[in-house]
């Protein structure tokens, strides 16, 4: 490998009029000109005479507005990041003398005025052996070359050639220094430095569902996130019908993640929590573990379709439609047919009530036509709307309003019990009911008065789901899934019924009461159990000292899962300090604030307020978690329960017991505390006037 450029990678070049670097930089400079001039030529785009109406004129000028958004040249961020040189023109018979061809590739295409490409797509099939070509397998490449940047200046390059046997394989210093470049502001992209693992993830099919179980620092979100942006460039006129969404833990998590798919020239997906997806009411209450776990099982499914299906009867009484001097009759017996063949046919409950009045209509038209009339499709809807008939439908199979459904079960003991025999025993009927039977309490009478829980608004939307279907997307990412209720999981998958998803976690940083026992369990409940489970144990981000620490844990809160193996040269730095006071707490963010990046001061949530005094007084500013820093502020607050998915380059832990002993269980503290120990990318200060907890000794 060698590294020929005036940098601290290599030495100055010897000859002035051969300078490789000033060449690679006038192609950036002729492909910035280029991707402007392609700006420029959409911006002058003139549509008023090309559009039928003003709604296909509305929906033109947003998509010209999209695209000049997703041409924008981000003077920080490089135009192009590698190089490929082919032996062999791409696709072309690999004949000898066959021309070979170079690409530059980048984040987006750029294409001169003749429409010869300048910058190829990452996504682009031509692309791939810069993330998976090796000295074993060059497939082809003749060079590979990476380019180093400055503040968006182009100030390296280093190169491998991988069909040189005389020269060996090497770790890339220009890869290293980009994984290990210090982390301020939001989550960026890693189009430059994705690994052979993770970009077979990330160009998976869209067909298929994918599960990645990583640990900390391994790059799952951001491959998930490049997943979507591949699967939007391979399927892009699909997706655009269909949708995708991106599904996070949290408003922070999602704040800091929303700027890597733009940065990419995405900016259609969506973006959401679990909690945002089902807010059929207004969420005001707290549930206590137990009942929040019993109303997060799968089984409640079950319960709230016999509650729902409850509604039906079965007639016992025949339709009499009369039509001018004529009167039709159709018996009980017939109509008891056409309602167990809905039953049977397992339709939604509102798709099987608006056909029942249709079938009761052909039953009609059919003794119509024994008699010798002719009757067509109008007089069949004609019957489906009489009165009788409309009446014979509100008997048998009533409308059903879910969020009223759900108030009753969990105020109405004898209607659970009923619908909930066999499946939850009296204990946990008796757990999630908000009035207990002999209390002497006034159950909830509306919905509007109701202080509705978050799980119940996920059995909200399950029973809603139940009485009409939930819109499919084509694609959905869900993030820190290792947190979802089974009900939760079923949530997401009705949102990718007949789309796909990619679901991303780590057993070891479940932290609810209900996390995930196993994968294989929460594909099942998402509807996706033929999805491919795959596993990434290289660390990219957490620094070695500091995963070795943590892993600690892993024997505790996640037997058997496999811990993550820093890939990084540099070990990091790695402090445990005791204390007597938030003093010495501050003092160890001032001395982390002096190196370059942002920090994080993780505690638990209990101990932040006296945190955040203790900043005040000694006049240090912060932000809370999601908030961009800047160059005045680059200390990030940060409750424990909020840490996760966040990064920071220095982080200073206070008091891992207190992080334990603040949640439900030691279990679930553990993992917390594994999360906490883990945001770290260079450095990690563990602060702490009370014992460790003995798992950590």
Known sequence: MSTPAADPLGD???????????????????????????????????????????????????????????????????????????????????????????????RRHVHDGDGDPMVIDWRAPVSQPFYRASKKDP???????????????????????????????????????????????????????????????????????????????????????????????????????????????????LHYIEQVLPALGELTVRQG????????????????????????????????????????????????????????????????????????????????????PQRIAHAVLVQMERSGEAPDDRVQDAVARNAAVKAAVKAVWPPVEPEKLVLRLLTDADFLAVHADGILDEDEQKTILWVQPGSGKRAVRSVKAAKWAAADAVLIDEATDIVQRTHSLGHVVLDEAQDLSPMQYRAVGRRCTTGSATVLGDLAQGTTPWATRSWDEAMAHLGKSDGVIEELTAGFRVPTDVITYASRLLPHIAPG???????????????????????????????????????????????????????????????????????????????????????????????????????????TGLRRLYVALTRAVSGLIVTHAAPLPAQLA
């Open 273 to 356: 929590t679990v909690d945002d997806l089902v807010a059929h009411v207004e969420v005001r209450g707290t549930d206590e573990a137990p009942a929040a776990v019993i109303k997060g099982d799968a089984r409640m499914a079950e319960v709230l379709r016999r509650a729902i299906y409850s509604h039906v009867t079965l007639p016992t009484e025949p339709v009499m439609v009369v039509r001018g001097s004529r009167r039709w009759r159709v018996p009980a017996y017939e109509l008891e047919a056409i309602v167990r063949e809905l039953l049977d046919r397992d339709i939604r409950y509102r798709a099987a009530r608006e056909a029942l």
């Open 12 to 106: 100055p070049l010897d000859d002035p009029l051969d300078d490789p670097l000033a060449r690679e930089r006038s192609h950036l400079a002729s492909s910035r000109s280029a991707l402007r001039a392609m700006r420029e030529d959409v911006e002058s785009l003139d549509i008023k005479d090309v559009t039928a109406n003003w709604v296909n004129a509305e929906v033109l000028a947003r998509q010209i507005d999209e695209r000049i958004k997703a041409l924008a040249d981000l003077s920080d961020t490089p135009l192009f990041f590698g190089r490929l040189n082919y032996l062999h023109a791409p696709g072309a018979e690999q004949a000898e003398g066959a021309e070979g061809e170079q690409f530059y590739i980048g």
């Open 139 to 253: 497939q082809d490449i003749s060079l590979r070359r990476r380019f180093g940047y400055t503040g968006g200046e182009l100030t390296a390059y280093e190169d491998e050639h991988l069909m040189d046997p005389a020269e060996a394989a090497a770790t890339s210093k220009l890869l290293q220094q980009e994984i290990e470049r210090p982390r301020v502001g939001p989550m960026r992209d890693i189009v430059a430095t994705i690994q052979p693992e993770q970009d077979e993830i990330v160009r998976s099919g869209l067909g298929g569902t994918v599960c990645v179980q990583g640990g900390p620092g391994t790059g799952k979100t951001a491959v998930g996130l490049h997943r979507v942006a591949y699967l939007l460039y391979a399927h892009r006129e699909r997706l655009a019908r269909t949708g995708t969404l991106v599904i996070g833990p949290n408003k922070s998590f």
């Open 561 to 667: 899962l496999t811990p993550v193996a820093s890939v990084r040269e540099n070990p990091g730095f790695f402090d445990l300090r005791e204390t007597t006071g938030t003093a010495e707490v501050v003092a160890a963010c001032e001395e982390l604030l002096r190196n370059e990046g942002s920090t994080g001061l993780i505690a638990a949530d209990a101990r932040i307020p006296a945190l955040a005094e203790a900043l005040m007084a000694a006049g240090i500013g912060y932000i809370d978690p999601g908030e961009e820093t800047t160059a005045d502020t680059r200390l990030t607050l940060v409750p424990a329960s909020l840490a996760k998915g966040l990064e920071y380059d220095y982080v200073v832990l206070d008091e891992p017991r207190a992080v334990v002993d603040g949640e439900p269980d030691e279990r």
